[in-house]
T-cell receptor
């Protein structure tokens, strides 16, 4: 079974500054995917960024990037040049891709506030 | 195409009543998922369909819960004899096979309150 841990219930960042959200995971599989999802007050979960475990290169999507440390089972999200629209709940999630399962396992989330 | 649609957005019911939620996935998506999210928690997997076949069910899906996806299009999630512990947001998501198969598109959820 997979577990995903987000140790920061809340974080805040000044507009235009950079913030890093932490995530650790545990899995016995060698082939898996990791995700960061954003959930704004509208409640719709939106995929921010995705990382395949077999890729050593860290994924980037515009202002969003990850620091994937496979040996440490760590997967942090860095948001650069933070904007007011980045304020939301952020969930880290994992998926075992080799077992034929399609269950995403989510962490408890980090609430990000952006200060103008 | 406006994305994954869920109906109703909110549902208030009394304990012991039955409720049914509907999810309309993105039209070309053959995979459909149901998740449940309680306050202060991340979503938890309930069940997964590929076309009309229900291929995976979580232990969270007790015998009071039933999900269907007739004809591989929309899906319904029914909860019989609701309990206060069923109060949660029920999220639906869909995806397509291929290189984007792990990219789930979520709806805005149905918020259930059991009084």
């Amino acid at each position: 079974a997979q577990t995903v841990t987000q140790s920061q219930p809340e974080m805040s960042v000044q507009e235009a500054e950079t913030v890093t959200l932490s995530c650790t995971y545990d899995t016995s599989e060698s082939d898996y995917y990791l995700f960061w999802y954003k959930q704004p007050p509208s409640r719709q979960m939106i995929l921010v960024i995705r990382q395949e475990a077999y890729k050593q290169q860290n994924a980037t999507e515009n202002r969003f990037s990850v620091n994937f440390q496979k040996a440490a089972k760590s997967f942090s999200l860095k948001i650069s040049d933070s904007q007011l629209g980045d304020a939301a709940m952020y969930f880290c999630a994992s998926l075992d891709s080799g077992a034929g399962s399609y269950q995403l396992t989510f962490g408890k989330g980090t609430k990000l506030s952006v200060i103008p | 195409d406006t994305g994954v649609s869920q109906d109703p957005r909110h549902k208030i019911t009394k304990r012991g009543q039955n409720v049914t939620f509907r999810c309309d996935p993105i039209s070309e998506h053959n995979r459909l998922y149901w998740y449940r999210q309680t306050l202060g928690q991340g979503p938890e997997f309930l069940t997964y369909f590929q076309n009309e076949a229900q291929l995976e069910k979580s232990r969270l899906l007790s015998d009071r819960f039933s999900a269907e996806r007739p004809k591989g299009s929309f899906s319904t999630l029914e909860i019989q004899r609701t309990e206060q512990g069923d109060s949660a947001m029920y999220l639906c998501a869909s995806s397509i096979p291929g290189i984007l198969r792990e990219k789930l598109f979520f709806g805005s959820g149905t918020q259930l309150s059991v009084l």
